[in-house]
């Protein structure tokens, strides 16, 4: 999403656009690394030394509720975020923590089928695969 369809998404939706709440919204849609709040606190408040990271986790959380991002909470404690909202597997370090997408047609098909086969209409998804990455290996 450009900056123009960040901003007009928002206005539709009734939403307040402020720089800072427009610079969270860009950087995590850009990312594929999914970030935790403190990573994008971090990364943002040297071009914005005002923003807290009281205004992230709201931001965050204002994305998620309008189904731009979604939050992955994982046992070492820390929520990490995401921006594809499309079926994938998170493929998850289990020492490291580092976290993967894999995206592959036949997956989609399937987890489709699956829902299909359920008859539910799911408000949320999420496949996770804990594995050692090579890093660890």
Known sequence: MD???IIGF????????TSQRLAIC???????????AEQIYQELRTE?????LGTIYKTLLLLKELGLIQE???KEGSVRYDPDME?????????CGKISDYKAENVEKLWSAIISDMGIKPK???IDIYYECDDCK
């Open 3 to 5: 900056t123009q369809s």
């Open 124 to 126: 949320g998804q999420r």
């Open 26 to 36: 860009k950087f995590i849609l850009s990312r594929k690394d999914h970030p935790t």
């Open 48 to 52: 914005y030394p005002t923003i807290s």
């Open 72 to 74: 992955l909470g994982f």
């Open 10 to 17: 928002f206005r539709e939706k009734g939403i307040k656009v």
């Open 87 to 95: 079926v994938h597997v998170n493929m998850v370090c289990s020492k």
